[in-house]
């Protein structure tokens, strides 16, 4: 039998290592990588940046300027440097609104997420025909635009005609409440600002989570069951464990949509009565478009903005440590 060797080197000539034989093929000296990816990404790109990306620039470069009402029609400003925001932050309304949002913000996803949440977990307790009925129910209250929402729950909430006052009333358990004015006062404003918030963002916590909720392994549910876990130990150490990625998420959108929220509290209270439920978005529309202080304006955009993503980083710290857990 012949047996081959493979011959030694010699001395002073260095031999490349040997590769692997599923490893890939090295790439020819001088061949330009395929752009092709990047063509394909460009009008994306492009559009990001004019239309996110320019405006965001545009805003922080505002905020450094005197623009006004005069701004408009003559294009002459004048920059003030960050004196818009030594200002803003010597200015006591700016505080009051900032703990009017922290505290409304949190108190509507409060409210969101515990409904959501009961809605998700009835809706894998139904029978099909049923879940289906009340899927549809959620998509067609979840695609009514906000702005036409608030306008039907402001008449809602009308003293004199309003439904809901009429039915309190037959209820006779606050008394009369036929003229009951709810923009009135801020804690009825309050409530019926935060009723039709949570009314608008249980649908897609309920939906959403419910997707999730139907992931979970049976068989753990099961197995827990047969140790003697009650359906409430069941759904708190098995179900929510494996929602939690699903809930951080979610949580964090309901975080940025209920802290930007403006188009309801507008319409419904006009951030009274006495500026009671003007939050950070009310405070900033009346600073910019009331008052025509637009560089003002900017800069409280940008403070806000800052607040935000702060505040979405700490959540986003959370998410990706709770995927690395799972």
Not at 46 to 57: E, H, K, R, W
Not at 108 to 124: E, F, P, R, Y
Not at 129 to 151: E, K, Y
């Amino acid at each position: 039998m012949t047996v081959q060797t493979t011959p030694s080197p010699e001395p002073g000539v260095n031999v490349p290592p040997s590769l692997p034989a599923n490893a890939p093929a090295p790439r020819a000296r001088g061949r330009r990588p395929d752009l092709t990816p990047l063509w394909l990404l460009t009008p994306a790109g492009l559009v990001i940046v004019f239309i996110t990306l320019a405006p965001i620039v545009y805003l922080v470069y505002t905020s450094f300027t005197d623009y006004s009402q005069k701004t408009l029609f003559t294009g002459q400003f004048g920059y003030t440097g960050i004196s818009q925001y030594t200002d803003l932050f010597k200015d006591s309304e700016f505080y009051k609104s900032l703990v009017r949002t922290i505290l409304f913000t949190a108190a509507m996803v409060a409210g969101s997420m515990v409904i959501g949440m009961a809605v998700s977990h009835l809706l894998t307790r139904v029978t099909r025909a049923w879940r289906t009925i009340t899927t549809v129910v959620l998509i067609m209250a979840w695609a009514v635009p906000n702005v036409a929402s608030s306008l039907v729950w402001n008449w809602l909430f009308q003293p004199g005609y309003g439904v809901v006052n009429w039915g309190l009333d037959k209820l006779q358990i606050f008394g009369d409440t036929t003229n009951l004015n709810w923009a009135g006062d801020a804690p009825h404003a309050y409530t019926a600002i935060w009723l039709l918030i949570v009314w608008q963002a249980v649908p897609f916590i309920a939906l959403t989570l419910n997707a999730a909720e139907q992931q979970v392994p049976i068989e753990h549910q099961e197995a827990a069951r047969l140790d003697g876990a009650s359906e409430f130990t069941v759904y708190r150490i098995i179900t929510l464990n494996a929602l939690r990625p699903t809930l951080l998420l979610i949580t964090i959108l309901s975080v940025i949509w209920d802290y930007n929220v403006f188009n309801q509290i507008w319409l419904i209270s006009n951030g009274g009565p006495n500026n009671a439920t003007a939050t950070l978005g009310v405070f900033t529309y009346k600073t910019a478009f009331v008052g025509f202080h637009l560089g003002q304006g900017a800069a409280i955009t940008v403070v806000t903005t800052v607040l935000l993503l702060g505040l979405t980083a700490v959540y986003i710290r959370n998410l990706l440590k709770s995927g690395e857990d799972l």
